[in-house]
């Protein structure tokens, strides 16, 4: 009874998707010759396709009615996984070897993927500074990747200057623009930021685009050399593998970082800020400060990954710095959990390596990507893995303590 | 001065085009507090729509006015429909959910529905026909404004105008009003809040359909990322305008049409957006909610 009334519905919507779509799908012109070609076997497609989708829509709209209803009795199994000793040592052994032994395993070619992939867990974990933590929402967070690799591939050309030199300089170069974009847009709140970040962002990439003389324009800078090893000559596949270590640490260092600044002083500032900024200001926390340590603490680690990125790939130019590659270091934090760290490291690895290995679709991986990115955010908005907040647990013992000062006072 | 004329006339058609998009977002924005990010490729798929139903009309033999009627009509009920389906798919199920999620899931619809263009379509620059009526001119203004940039100008301002009256005067408009002043106050006094929010987004699409024929029209050239840039630049003008403000968008896309086109005309072409954003930037650190936006207080 009730599974027919659902399946007369996805018949209905079938039907609005097969009349939506009907001239994008089925006529292709041809404008120049005056063709008109006619494709009518896609509306078939169509038609199932969107039966069968909003079948499922309203199966999990429903299920996911129900179970928030019956929330928080039990924690996930991945939640167990990641949070109880019991499990998450062994799991962490397991990874760390895979980690250490991955690039003699795998193929040049999965070494520079996963060096790839690394990248963008050092740029999720920086924008989750910003986002997660700090409630700044910044849609040009791309600028700072740009101002990194720049910096790194520009003052190598002009002054020669190593990789080793250049990594410091990058990233405060980044943090510099972090605190440059941060000071006008101290007043502005939540949709008015993410637009003027965007903006910011567009400028960087135009003017990188335009400014032939300062950038090389579109067609980029290329020869850029690999960071050095105490002077050892290493072959193309042995720096990358020594990338790829490079960036193992690096990415365990950001995590190291973003893990002690989330539970200090300055992150539960942050907390606060995202929280309630008015609330915050009357607790005494310096609205101004917290919001520029937020941004530039946050650029430093696309700087850096800027100036991994300009030695990993040799070459580097503006097209590598547009809006999409925002909205996808965005889609990691956002995919990951916002403010979780093991998230975005997760979500980070998903959304790299996923599309590489799932080249068979190579030509719908953006469409599926979209349409991941909306189903997870109807189905589980709060992330792969959802943030939990360090609590501090009053124990019975001071309580009575406490009591107890009462009862003599 | 006729330099100047001239790059007024293109920016005053510029800004119209802006207008037009923007007011897409405010009024979205007004009701929702979301950006709808994928306001851009509603307006591409309206000129997408157009494209293929005049070259249908034109392969068939249709005269050019009729031509001109069924596409723009099939392309404004197309994109409403589009504007209403991505509503109901992509942000109703997160009217809930925090300020992040829909924003997410919009950047999401606008790549979905670039690559469902592309891989429909074609990924390749179309060339566009001409679809706007030939205006007679006099003489003397010919030279500084083109037929197409007037019809462009002179079709937006009947739009706003209509606009506006409709906001103002009938009882939909007035629903709209105030959904976007208080949703739950709205809801209270018996106004269908969900049937709002749906004619929000289908009047926005159908103007961001009538803006993507006329631009297609006038640049002659279309493919399936044209949304994106402009969808960012009308939102900026939005923004300019003190986003949620009717007003605000049609006066922040004229700024911005303007100011664009006098800067490219007397400074650099190269630079036409880096001008835009600057000026967005400028105009923010003054006035924090936009040109003719209100301050609204916050509270704790």
Not at chain 1, 70 to 77: R, V
Not at chain 1, 132 to 152: K, N, P
Not at chain 1, 223 to 234: A, H, M, Q, T
Not at chain 2, 52 to 69: D, H, P, Q, Y
């Amino acid at each position: 009874m009730k599974i027919t009334a659902e399946l007369k519905k996805s018949f209905y919507i079938a039907l609005w998707f097969i009349l939506l779509t009907f001239p994008i799908m089925v006529i292709r012109v041809n404008t120049i010759e005056q063709i008109v070609i006619w494709r009518w076997v896609n509306l078939l497609y169509v038609g199932i396709g969107s039966f069968v989708l909003s079948f499922l829509w309203q199966l999990f709209l429903k299920k996911k009615s129900r179970s928030v209803q019956t929330i928080g009795t039990k924690p996930s199994p991945l939640r167990r996984l990641l949070y109880e000793p019991k499990f998450n040592r062994p799991a962490l052994v397991v990874i760390a070897i895979f980690t250490i032994i991955f690039p003699f395993i795998f193929s040049h070619y999965q070494v520079n993927i996963m060096t790839t992939a690394l990248i963008y867990v050092m740029l999720g974990l920086g924008l989750n500074i910003e986002v997660g933590l700090a409630g700044l929402l910044d849609l040009g967070y791309v600028a700072f990747y740009a101002v990194g690799a720049y910096s790194y591939a520009l003052l190598n050309y002009h002054f020669g200057l190593g990789f080793w030199t250049l990594l410091p300089v990058g990233a405060i170069l980044a943090a510099f623009f972090g605190i440059l974009i941060g000071l006008p847009v101290l007043r502005l709140r939540g949709d008015y930021l993410a637009i003027v970040t965007l903006g910011f962002a567009e400028i960087i990439r135009l003017i990188l685009e335009n400014w032939n003389t300062f950038s090389f324009g579109p067609s980029g800078i290329s020869n850029i050399p690999r960071p050095g090893l105490f002077g050892i000559k290493l072959n193309s596949e042995q720096s990358a593998i020594y990338m790829y270590y490079l960036l193992v640490i690096f990415c365990l260092l950001a995590i190291f970082v973003v893990h002690r600044l989330k539970n200090s002083r300055i992150g539960r500032a942050w907390n606060a800020l995202r929280e309630d900024e008015l609330a915050c200001q009357a607790a005494g926390i310096d609205k101004t400060r917290t919001k520029l340590t937020a941004f530039a603490l946050g650029a430093t680690w696309a700087g850096m990954a800027g100036v991994l990125f300009a030695a990993k790939t040799t070459f580097i130019n503006p097209a590598s710095f547009t809006f999409l590659e925002s909205a996808m270091i965005l889609s990691i934090v956002v995919l990951g959990g916002m403010g979780s760290i093991i998230g975005v490291v997760i979500a980070a690895l998903a959304i790299i390596l996923l599309p590489e290995y799932l080249r068979v679709f190579s030509d719908y991986r953006m469409i599926l990507f979209g349409a991941v990115l909306i189903t997870m955010m109807i189905f589980r908005p709060q992330g792969i893995i959802a943030d939990m907040r360090k609590k501090y647990e009053s124990h019975k013992t001071s309580g009575s303590k406490i009591k107890g000062i009462d009862q003599n006072g | 001065m006729n330099y100047f004329g001239e790059l007024f006339f293109s920016g005053l058609t510029r800004g119209s085009i802006y207008a037009l998009l923007a007011l897409g977002y405010t009024m979205v924005y007004g009701i929702l507090q979301l950006i709808n990010f994928a306001h851009g490729e509603i307006y591409m798929i309206g000129a997408f729509t157009a494209l293929i139903v005049a070259s249908v009309l034109t392969v068939k033999g249709f005269s050019s006015i009729a031509i001109l009627v069924l596409a723009a009509v099939v392309a404004v009920v197309y994109s409403a429909a589009y504007g209403y389906t991505v509503e109901k798919i992509a942000y109703k199920p997160l009217r809930q959910a925090p300020r992040l999620s829909p924003l997410i899931s919009a950047i999401g619809m606008s790549i979905f529905l670039q690559n469902y263009i592309m891989l429909a379509q074609t990924s390749d620059f179309l060339p566009y026909p001409n679809l706007l009526p030939p205006i007679p001119l006099f003489n003397r203004f010919s030279n500084i404004i083109g037929p197409s940039e007037l019809s462009i100008v002179l079709t937006s301002a009947i739009l706003m105008i209509l606009l506006t009256l409709f906001i103002k005067f009938t009882k939909t408009g007035k629903a709209m009003r105030a959904t976007a002043q208080d949703k739950e106050m709205a809801m209270l006094v018996g106004v269908n809040v969900n049937r709002v929010i749906s004619t929000t987004f289908i009047i926005g699409s159908a103007l961001a359909a009538i803006g993507g024929i006329l631009i297609a029209s006038h640049t002659g050239r279309i493919n399936f990322y044209i949304g994106f840039s402009a969808g960012i630049k009308a939102f900026t003008a939005a923004v300019l305008g003190g986003i949620g403000s009717i007003p605000g968008a049609m006066l922040g896309g004229l700024v911005l049409g303007l100011a664009e086109s006098f800067a490219t005309g007397y400074i650099s072409s190269d630079y036409e957006d880096v001008f835009a954003f600057a000026l967005l930037v400028l105009i923010l650190i003054f006035k924090p909610s936009g040109l003719l936006g209100r301050a609204n207080n916050q509270k704790v």
